[in-house]
């Protein structure tokens, strides 16, 4: 897995960031035991980090160059309600042309998560975006799978008659 890079558009506080790497990781683990870490903040051998505050999605994706087609971006929201803005761009849009930048808000436990499926391609942004909206605004984790119990009865079917 490459990494991926979290990028703050505003004064952030350190503990905000280190929220985001940890819950979004422990989350992965969740899932797939033994996933290493892959996303990290922007540094200097990168893009100047100063250079990204007061920027859009946009001018992020410019500033980071073509080798980032998919990013985290932190900003003034992040600090209030533990979501992030989960950028892409380029193939990961599909049939809107390598220029194209566009954009989701996820709640921070949903990040590495949801950037290793993009970039698996067992997720398409689109549907990211779908969901998203019809949750208000934000892609949140579902409900936990129903554990125990019995199995609903499934209805049969007719065709043996």
Do not use: W
């Not at 579902?142 to 554990?147: C, E, L």
């Not at 209805?155 to 043996?160: A, C, E, F, H, I």
């Amino acid at each position: 897995m490459d990494m991926h890079l979290v990028c703050l558009v505003d004064e952030v506080p350190r503990e905000v960031v280190d929220r985001l790497l940890a819950t979004s990781h422990a989350r992965m683990q969740d899932l797939a035991p033994g996933s290493p870490q892959t996303l990290t903040p922007v540094g200097p051998e990168i893009c100047d980090p100063a250079a990204l505050l007061g920027q859009t999605p946009d001018a992020v994706s410019r500033l980071l160059g073509p080798a980032h087609e998919l990013f985290v971006i932190l900003d003034a929201r992040s600090v209030e309600d533990d979501t992030a803005l989960l950028v892409a761009r380029g193939s990961l849009l599909y049939d809107r042309g390598d220029d194209a930048v566009d954009s989701v808000r996820i709640a921070f436990t949903e990040a590495q998560c949801l950037v290793t499926s993009l970039e698996m391609r067992t997720s398409g942004f689109e549907e990211l975006q779908s969901i998203a909206n019809s949750q208000g605004g934000v892609y949140r984790p579902g409900p936990p799978p129903q554990r125990g119990g019995p199995a609903p009865r499934k209805p049969l079917s007719n065709s043996l008659e």
